[in-house]
């Protein structure tokens, strides 16, 4: 049973437009999300995040809405650079005294120069 | 300051042999994790520790296990490999809960 889901293996955007990528959760009890970027050959790096209290977090050209009552969340990337093509994963947390991350399967995102 | 660093790269072994996994974490990290990337599965939680102790252990068989030293270093220990076991093995580090893991580049693990 996938608690976290990213349902688009793969999305192609132009450079300089926006790239927004979906996650789906099904356990309510998630309280923290984040967004991971991938290269190939390398560890996840750390993006961005989002604590259940909120419904947005900014960090420079990354955005990430959190919709609690749909058990959505999205990150988006303005503008889109042709550095950002990588597979990016959702992963959520159970909060207060948890460390462990469930991951989505992940997004492969490229940006077409 | 040092990222997470992964000791060896790239590893080949037989079937039913054992293997051992290297991870020393980020400086003043004293929670390290354990997650297991296929191209079917994902990234999936293995275990964690936290001052030498497990605190949480994912869905996998007792083949799979891990300690923490002293000075919070990690192990994981795979026994008796299975062809399924190929994976790319991540670990990492945490200064504190609800923040985010840092992640090392990983152990390519191949068995044969």
């Known amino acids: 049973d996938q608690q976290v889901k990213q349902n688009s293996p793969s999305l192609s955007v132009q450079e300089g437009r926006i790239s927004i990528l979906n996650c789906d959760y099904t356990?309510?009890?998630?309280?923290?999300f984040l967004w991971y970027k991938k290269y190939p050959a390398e560890g996840p790096t750390f993006l961005i995040s989002?604590?259940?209290?909120?419904d947005k977090n900014e960090d420079g050209r990354f955005t990430v809405f959190l919709n609690k009552s749909a058990k959505h969340l999205s990150l988006h990337i303005v503008p889109s650079q042709p550095g950002d093509s990588a597979v990016y994963f959702c992963?959520?947390?159970?909060?207060?005294?948890?460390?462990?991350?469930?991951f989505g399967k992940g997004t492969k995102l490229s940006v077409i120069p | 300051k040092a990222g997470v660093t992964q000791t060896p790269r790239y590893l080949i072994k037989t079937r039913g042999q054992q293997v051992t996994l290297s991870c020393s974490p980020i400086?003043?990290?004293?929670?390290v994790s354990w997650y297991q990337q296929t191209p079917g599965q994902g990234l999936q939680f293995l275990f964690e520790?936290?001052?030498?102790?497990?605190?949480n252990k994912g869905n996998f068989p007792g083949r799979f296990s891990g300690r923490q030293f002293s000075n919070s270093r990690s192990e994981m220990n795979v026994s008796t490999l299975e062809l399924g076991d190929s994976a790319l093995y991540l670990c990492?580090?945490?200064?504190?809960?609800?923040?985010?893991?840092?992640f090392g580049n990983g152990t390519r693990l191949t068995v044969t």
């Open positions: 990492a580090s945490s200064l504190l809960e609800n923040s985010p893991l840092h």
């Open positions: 356990n309510s009890m998630f309280d923290y």
């Open positions: 989002i604590s259940s209290i909120k």
């Open positions: 992963a959520a947390s159970l909060g207060a005294g948890s460390y462990q991350l469930t």
């Open positions: 400086s003043g990290h004293r929670s």
């Open positions: 520790y936290f001052s030498e102790t497990q605190r």
